[in-house]
């Protein structure tokens, strides 16, 4: 059984930074692109970051330049480093390791706010 479990969410002051992990269990980790997908309120989820097994990685314009991916194979973990956040950023942010579509794992999500 393959498990996707985030941490690292809360509350920061715009401006800020927070880095998000997430741990994948029960399987080969290495195999998998994973990507940080969000969801705010009323809207519909959007992809963040993704990086592959190849570690090459891709970003949402919305993103590019603040935060970063990236992937410990030795650890099971993937990071996302998110440095001068916004508060439209806010959002559940979702870990998803994908290597086809029969092995295609979802996180519960883990929160991030931006407030003052």
């Known amino acids: 059984q393959v498990q996707v479990v985030e941490s690292g969410g809360g509350l920061v002051q715009p401006g800020g930074s927070l880095t998000l992990s997430c741990a994948v269990s029960?399987?080969?980790?290495?195999?998998?692109?994973m990507n940080w997908y969000r969801q705010a309120p009323g809207k519909q989820r959007e992809l963040v970051a993704g990086i592959t097994s190849g570690r090459s990685t891709n970003y949402a314009d919305a993103v590019k330049g603040r935060f970063t991916i990236s992937r410990d194979n030795f650890k099971n973990t993937v990071y996302l480093q998110m440095n001068s956040l916004k508060p439209e950023d806010t959002a559940v942010y979702y870990c998803?390791?994908?290597?086809?579509?029969?092995?295609?794992?979802w996180g519960q999500g883990t929160q991030v706010t931006v407030s003052s």
């Open positions: 998803n390791a994908y290597w086809n579509s029969r092995s295609d794992y």
């Open positions: 029960g399987s080969i980790f290495s195999l998998y692109a």
